[in-house]
């Protein structure tokens, strides 16, 4: 199973803790799903699973985020002063019906069109 996530508008301002949100699925298979209210992935299988996520920040005083595994924060991307891509890839086990969110960890503005902002997860074996 796997699910390929693509920004799609052209920016979003986000705050410390809130979720990104504004992806729409380019390409899923074996029952991994995008909800696009709460920004949660859910697997429907457990094993390990590879995650990458980034974001392009613009001009931004402080930006960064976090990958979320049911709430609790699994990697922290680059943070500080950042113009141009953060991006965190991890090998992570799930379990069925866990969620993945990502969270800012900063306040930032964000290019989000497909080429700037993306989340993927594949599972492993």
Known sequence: PYIILNGNSSSQTVFQGSVFNR????NST????????????????????LI???TNGSNSDSAGFTLNRNGGAIGISTQGQVSGTMNLTLINPLNANDYVTM???????????????????????
């Open 23 to 26: 992806f729409s699925v380019a």
């Open 30 to 49: 074996g029952g991994i799903t995008w909800n696009a209210t709460n920004g949660r992935i859910t697997v429907s299988e457990g094993g390990l699973y």
């Open 52 to 54: 990458t996520a980034f």
């Open 103 to 125: 969270i800012a960890s900063r306040n930032s503005y964000v290019n989000t069109g497909p080429n700037n902002q993306k989340i993927m997860l594949y599972k492993l074996g």
